[in-house]
């Protein structure tokens, strides 16, 4: 990332409520119509204020992901196997996550201050 690209960034956190601090990064893999996470099932994870996670999609089928939650509203809309798509969550609280193609995949995120 170039240093105006870092600073962009920063200013975008600062202006959502974000801490300042450097945000973590997350990758959540879509795979046998699971989340995954270095190969094992999540169901619940949690992250901190101003982190994003990655979602991707390592099925031969199309994921959806999305979530309806108060804290986070998003619909990342339907993407093929390699393809990923990022959410970065700015307030605090819990987000029901899901797939709109496949109802068994769910996993609850708990998003710290």
């Known amino acids: 990332m170039r240093w105006y690209e870092l600073t962009l960034c920063y200013v ?19 795979q046998d119509k699971t989340f995954m996470m270095n190969n094992a099932k999540v169901e619940r994870f949690s992250i901190k204020v101003g982190d994003t996670i990655n979602f ?13 939650s108060d ?8 993407y093929p ?3 990923h798509k990022s959410v970065m969550f700015s307030k ?22």
């Open 92 to 113: 605090a609280g819990e987000a029901e996550v899901e797939c709109a193609i496949h109802p068994q995949m769910y996993m609850i995120l708990e998003v710290k201050p």
């Open 12 to 30: 975008f956190m600062a202006a959502a409520g974000v801490p300042s601090g450097l945000a973590a990064e997350y990758e959540i893999d879509q």
């Open 56 to 68: 991707k999609n390592l099925d031969p089928w199309f994921h959806n992901v999305f979530s309806l």
């Open 71 to 78: 804290i986070s509203t998003f619909d990342l809309g339907s």
């Open 81 to 83: 196997q390699g393809q």
